[in-house]
C-alpha cells in the first residue's frame, strides 16, 4: 500500500500542476497502467487495484486540502461489470476549492436534420434570417444561433463527394426541403466543415484534372444557390406586387439571380431581398420591357432624361401590380 501511496501522490502532483484537477484516470495514465485518459468504454484494469488507487488518491487529495467532485462522464460506464464501487472510484475527482472544469462540448442529436428556406422568416432567437434554419421549439433558429454557423452547403448531386464530406466533418446536417407539389421534405444536400468538403473533393479528385472538376463543383454550388435566391426574389416580388404576372415576375428574379445571388453572404442576401430591392427591381424591368425608355436611351437621350420621361408611366404599372390588377396595356 505504501507504495502505491507513494506512487499515486507522485503523478497526482504532476497531475494537479498541469490540470489543476486529479482524475483516477489520470493517475491510470501516469503509473503506466492505461495508455490514455480518453479511455474507450472499458478500462481494462483489475477492480481492486482501481478501488485502492481510488483510495490512496483520496489521502493524498484530503492531505492536500483538495475538494471531492463527481465527475460527469455520462453514459460511460468504466467497468464491464458496473460494479458501483469500482465506479464510483472512477468518477471521483479531486480539486482545489472553486476550481472549475473546462466545460465539455454538449452532446448534440446523431442526425441533424436542417431546412432550406423556401419563404421568407425570421431566427426565433436574434431575428435575422438566411438560407437556412433549424426547426425550434418556439419556431425556427438561424444556423448562427444553432451553432452550425461554421458549415457549408454541400448540394447533392455527387454521393461519393457527400459521403466523404460527412465523414470527414466531425459535424454535419441534412439539409431538406418541403417540396409543396409532392407534400414532403427532399434532400437538397448537406452542411458540413469546408475543410471536410475540400478535403472530401481531393479525395475525389485525387485521379482527375482537380481544378476543372473544382470548377464544375462550384457552379453547381452556385447554380443551387442562384435558384434558391431567384425563387425567393420571386417569392418577394409576388407578395409586394401581387398583380405583377408571374412569368415576368420569374424573369425578373432570374435576372437578379444572374447579377449576384446569396454568394456574398447572409445579410447581403437579406439586403436584395428587401422591399426596397425588389421594387427597384421590378421598376427596372417596367422601365425597360413596358416603356419606351430603351428606345429613347438609343435614340441619344440621357438617362436621367428618359427616366424622367416613362416616370409615370413606370408608377402606374407598379401601382396597378401592387394593387394586384395586372397592367394589360400598359
Ligand atoms: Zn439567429
Given at each position: 500500500m505504501a507504495n502505491v501511496r507513494t506512487g499515486v501522490a507522485r503523478v497526482a502532483e504532476t497531475v494537479l500542476t498541469e490540470r489543476g484537477a486529479v482524475r483516477p484516470v489520470d493517475i491510470l495514465v501516469g503509473l503506466g497502467w492505461i495508455a490514455s485518459p480518453t479511455t474507450e468504454r472499458r478500462i481494462q484494469v483489475d477492480g481492486a487495484k482501481i478501488v485502492e488507487v481510488a483510495e490512496a488518491l483520496r489521502h493524498w487529495a484530503i492531505e492536500r486540502g483538495l475538494e471531492e467532485r463527481d465527475g460527469d462522464y455520462g453514459d460511460v460506464t468504466f467497468t464491464s461489470?458496473?460494479?458501483?464501487?469500482?465506479?464510483?472510484?472512477?468518477?471521483?475527482?479531486?480539486?482545489?476549492?472553486?476550481?472549475?472544469?473546462?466545460?465539455?462540448?454538449?452532446?448534440?442529436?446523431?442526425?441533424?436534420?436542417?431546412?432550406?428556406?423556401?419563404?421568407?422568416?425570421?431566427?426565433?432567437?436574434?431575428?435575422?434570417?438566411?438560407?437556412?434554419?433549424?426547426?425550434?421549439?418556439?419556431?425556427?433558429?438561424?444556423?448562427?444561433?444553432?451553432?452550425?454557423?461554421?458549415?457549408?452547403?454541400?448540394?447533392?448531386?455527387?454521393?461519393?463527394?457527400?459521403?466523404?464530406?460527412?465523414?470527414?466533418?466531425?459535424?454535419?446536417?441534412?439539409?431538406?426541403?418541403?417540396?409543396?407539389?409532392?407534400?414532403?421534405?427532399?434532400?437538397?444536400?448537406?452542411?458540413?466543415?469546408?475543410?471536410?468538403?475540400?478535403?472530401?473533393?481531393?479525395?475525389?479528385?485525387?485521379?482527375?484534372?482537380?481544378?476543372?472538376?473544382?470548377?464544375?463543383?462550384?457552379?453547381?454550388?452556385?447554380?443551387?444557390?442562384?435558384?434558391?435566391?431567384?425563387?425567393?426574389?420571386?417569392?418577394?416580388?409576388?407578395?409586394?406586387?401581387?398583380?405583377?404576372?408571374?412569368?415576368?415576375?420569374?424573369?425578373?428574379?432570374?435576372?437578379?439571380?444572374?447579377?449576384?445571388?446569396?454568394?456574398?453572404?447572409?445579410?447581403?442576401?437579406?439586403?436584395?431581398?428587401?422591399?426596397?430591392?425588389v421594387r427597384l427591381a421590378v421598376a427596372a424591368s417596367v422601365r425597360h420591357v413596358d416603356t419606351d425608355f430603351d428606345d429613347l436611351l438609343m435614340a441619344g437621350i440621357d438617362r436621367e432624361a428618359a427616366r424622367a420621361k416613362v416616370f409615370d408611366q413606370v408608377e402606374s404599372v407598379l401601382s396597378a401590380w401592387r394593387a394586384g390588377a395586372a397592367a394589360l396595356d400598359a
Open positions: 461489470d458496473g460494479d458501483p464501487n469500482v465506479e464510483r472510484a472512477y468518477r471521483t475527482h479531486w480539486a482545489p476549492a472553486g476550481h472549475v472544469e473546462p466545460e465539455k462540448p454538449r452532446p448534440r442529436p446523431k442526425k441533424l436534420t436542417v431546412l432550406a428556406a423556401d419563404h421568407a422568416w425570421e431566427c426565433a432567437l436574434c431575428g435575422e434570417d438566411g438560407d437556412f434554419f433549424l426547426e425550434g421549439k418556439s419556431g425556427g433558429v438561424c444556423l448562427d444561433c444553432a451553432d452550425l454557423g461554421h458549415l457549408e452547403f454541400l448540394p447533392s448531386g455527387d454521393a461519393a463527394l457527400t459521403g466523404r464530406a460527412r465523414k470527414a466533418s466531425r459535424l454535419s446536417a441534412v439539409v431538406v426541403m418541403w417540396n409543396l407539389r409532392r407534400n414532403r421534405y427532399e434532400r437538397q444536400g448537406i452542411l458540413a466543415e469546408p475543410a471536410a468538403i475540400e478535403q472530401a473533393a481531393r479525395e475525389c479528385l485525387s485521379d482527375a484534372d482537380v481544378r476543372a472538376r473544382r470548377r464544375a463543383r462550384d457552379t453547381t454550388r452556385r447554380a443551387v444557390e442562384d435558384q434558391r435566391f431567384q425563387g425567393e426574389f420571386a417569392a418577394a416580388i409576388r407578395e409586394q406586387f401581387p398583380g405583377c404576372p408571374p412569368e415576368r415576375a420569374e424573369a425578373i428574379a432570374l435576372h437578379a439571380a444572374a447579377r449576384g445571388s446569396g454568394r456574398a453572404g447572409r445579410s447581403a442576401t437579406a439586403r436584395k431581398l428587401d422591399r426596397d430591392a
